[in-house]
């Protein structure tokens, strides 16, 4: 059997995979309005592929419809009360950043931390997924469990890492900010899973659906609105389309 420690490996290089996102960011210092629109709409559509299929659709395999349904309505009202209390609180996230920050950057700080908080709630249950699995003797579904999220947190990494560099935040910033999203909530989860494997599995329903309320809440609060006028709307729509796709043939890929 797969100890502890292992199972906190395991997890955390799986979390951390959200780092990876940042790394297009890394790479240019001039992204253009339409790319910027088509990259956002393209993580959005990846963002709501993954709620419905790592989230909506393992809950309601586990659980029922009331606790899910209740779990989305609560996740994306937590988004909501969150979004509102931001403008008090990222000013001081941006740091060095604060004086003369225009009004776009100021937007794009507020996206990149709701986002960012979608993430790291919405890596929660799929820690407990890992942990779960490994503590009942599932190693090769915890293997593939922990495999599939590191590829689902890698366009989640993207679209926090786009609004972070537009909005001034340093690139080595953005890279530890990205990764710690999901490098720090997604072993701790799988701990908790394994360690109350039992009580766990009860929980994980509404959990499931409490983070995908949240990260629905976050494309379409933030995301969406975001990627449109700027005269790219069809572009941004399309992409949008196209990483749902994406995000369904990964699902399909790693079905486990």
């Known amino acids: 059997m797969v100890s502890l420690p292992e199972v906190v490996l395991i997890a955390t290089a799986a979390g951390c995979a959200t780092g990876l996102g940042a790394v297009p960011t890394l790479l240019t ?15 959005s559509g990846i963002m709501f592929g993954a709620a419905v299929f790592a989230l909506v659709l393992p809950g309601l395999e586990l659980g029922t419809l009331p606790e899910v349904g209740v779990g989305i309505v609560g996740g994306g009202a937590f988004l909501l009360a969150a979004n509102a209390v931001l403008p008090h609180l990222h000013l001081e996230f941006a740091g060095e950043h604060r004086e003369g920050m225009s009004v776009f950057e100021e937007n794009g700080l507020r996206r990149a931390l709701l986002i960012g908080a979608a993430i790291t709630i919405h890596n929660v249950p799929e820690g407990l997924a890992v942990g779960i699995a490994f503590a009942s003797g599932e190693e090769t579904l915890g293997l593939a ?45 799988a701990v908790l899973g394994f360690g109350l494997v039992s009580v766990i599995t009860d929980l994980f329903p509404p959990a499931a659906g409490f983070a995908a309320g949240a990260m629905m809440a976050v494309v379409f609060r933030e995301m969406v609105p975001a990627s449109h006028g700027h005269g790219h709307e ?13 995000m369904m043939v990964v699902d399909i890929a790693l079905a486990v």
Do not use: C, W
């Open 145 to 189: 469990l922990a495999f599939a999220i590191a590829v689902q947190n890698v366009p989640d990494g993207f679209a926090m890492a786009v609004p972070a560099v537009s909005a001034g935040v340093s690139k080595p910033k953005t890279a530890l900010y990205t990764t710690l999203s999901g490098g720090i909530p997604e072993p701790l989860a």
């Open 234 to 246: 069809d572009a941004a729509t399309l992409t949008f389309v196209a990483g749902f796709v994406v």
């Open 29 to 43: 210092d001039r992204v253009s309005h339409r790319v910027y629109d088509s990259a956002i709409g393209l993580a």
